[in-house]
């Protein structure tokens, strides 16, 4: 009686079981409608929680991203590593790759559709730059070795801590200065025997002529690190005629007759030049300033207050231009200080009187160079980064970054010159730029001269934020 009892329930079992594999089976043969299989049969995409991250929609290194506007792409902010892939075309590297390099460079990994042609490098790190180490101190140059296209300027580096002293020298060359961090006291002796000394603080100027000496040293507690800027792109640091390096190389003797002294005074003199070295702690300007009957004050300013200066205020961000118009003793070099809000644009336009030497401070940015007969290049600056863009050459700035971009444009003139694209437009007959660039689309010709409808300028544009 139990077996009897026993069979019948495996048999109840056996039967359960297999109605619930004909179940399965069954519900396994009919489609859900919102299953992943189901919407891949109907063409639907996958909602996400069913697909993994899809980067080829958002990446634009990747072969299947689109983009006919040639939009900029901050590599650096966003993390990605660059691909020379570009609207359907291009390929994977294969062979060494540099990742850091190509993803501070993204447009020359990946250049815009627009570039064309071959231009020579415009671009230099002073990152790649050679530093000369010295006690408190270190210099940097970027010079037309490094960058050969760098003809008409020559840019320096250099970095003073507390009481630290760029020693007495001159230069062949005009030099001009420019405080990016800290304090810095500067001396000189002007044409006529006047001195002048001057402490100055970060977006400060000074500006020496050829041939005028002069000194730096190192301010506050973290002393000062600034750029200077020479009036010859062939320049170099180990060029400069210093106080120390010329006595080591006269004999004693006429240095006695030249200071009315006897020779042994001078038995200990440096050896050779000391260039940057750890000096005294400087007094204040008037505790330090030289007196007597045949001292005079230089009657010429040397220095100017950059930062200072009102703003012009655009769309898109500030510009500050300091030119002998407002620092008079600058008769070589000219420069713009301009910041640049994301995504703002240095609008296009060119300089007519020199090259522009630009020097990145802060930010990321990138600029296409116009050089005629098609050519054209793009290329991507960071801060301490410097670029070239040959006169009369259109280029435009862009910030890419998520801050600002603050960056200092410098030529070899007097006087700081641009010609606006927008405004060359507005104020040219408007049949003439209509029929140059919209004969076939009236619409759009229509919206355009609109636009350039009485043009205002707006060095640093927004963009179509700013309308």
Excluded: C
């Excluded at 639907?44 to 299947?64: E, F, G, I, Q």
């Excluded at 960058?147 to 250099?158: D, I, K, Q, W, Y």
């Excluded at 609008?347 to 116009?370: K, L």
């Excluded at 003139?413 to 694209?421: C, K, P």
């Amino acid at each position: 009686m139990a077996q009897s009892s026993t069979r019948a329930t495996f048999s109840k079992m056996r039967f359960t079981g297999s109605l619930l594999a004909l179940g399965i089976a069954l519900a396994s043969a009919i489609p859900l409608q919102d299953s992943p299989r189901q919407r891949l049969l109907d063409g639907k995409p996958l909602p996400s929680k069913y697909r993994t991250r899809n980067v080829s929609a958002t990446n634009p290194y990747t072969p299947s991203y689109r983009d006919p506007y040639d939009t900029a792409v901050d590599s650096v902010g966003e993390g990605l590593d660059p691909l020379p892939f570009r609207n359907g075309k291009g390929a994977t590297v294969l062979g060494p790759w540099n990742k850091d390099r190509s993803r501070q460079d993204p447009d020359l990994v990946r250049p815009p559709s627009t570039d064309h042609g071959n231009l020579p490098s415009l671009r230099w790190s002073f990152a790649d730059s050679h530093i000369r180490i010295e006690e408190g101190g270190w210099t940097r140059q970027t010079t037309v070795r490094e960058l050969p296209t760098s003809v008409e300027l020559a840019g320096v580096n250099m970095r003073l801590e507390k009481g630290v002293i760029r020693e007495l020298h001159w230069h062949k060359e005009a030099e001009w200065g420019y405080v990016l961090e800290g304090n810095v006291r500067v001396t000189a002796l002007d044409y006529e025997g006047g001195n002048f000394i001057d402490d100055l603080e970060k977006g400060d100027l000074w500006y020496f002529p050829s041939g005028i000496p002069h000194s730096l040293q190192g301010l506050g507690e973290n002393g000062t690190e600034f750029l200077l800027i020479f009036d010859d792109g062939s320049f170099s640091e180990e060029s400069t005629f210093l106080l120390t390096d010329w006595l080591a190389h006269t004999p004693k003797s006429v240095i006695a007759k030249n200071f009315h002294l006897a020779p042994e005074i001078f038995a200990h003199l440096p050896e050779k030049e000391k260039y940057i070295f750890q000096g005294s702690q400087p007094g204040s300007i008037d505790q330090e300033r030289p007196e007597g009957s045949n001292v005079k004050k230089s009657k010429y300013q040397f220095t100017h207050k950059m930062l200072a200066q009102d703003p012009k205020i655009t769309s898109g961000g500030q510009v500050r231009i300091t030119d002998s118009k407002n620092f008079p003793v600058s008769k070589t070099v000219a420069a713009a200080h301009l910041i640049i809000e994301p995504g703002a644009l240095r609008e296009m336009h060119w300089h007519p009187n020199a090259d522009e030497w630009s020097f990145f401070i802060s930010g990321r940015a990138r600029v296409t160079v116009f050089a005629a007969e098609g050519n054209a290049r793009t290329f991507n600056y960071l801060p301490g980064d410097v670029g070239i863009v040959p006169r009369n050459m259109g280029h435009f700035v862009e910030n890419i970054g998520d801050e600002p971009l603050v960056m200092l444009e410098i030529f070899r003139a007097d006087e700081f010159r641009d010609i606006s694209l927008f405004q060359w437009l507005g104020e040219t007959p408007q049949r003439q730029v209509a029929d140059t660039l919209f004969s076939d689309d009236e619409a759009a010709r229509q919206k355009f001269l609109d636009a350039i409808n009485n043009p205002k300028r707006d060095e640093v544009s927004k963009g179509p934020e700013a309308q």
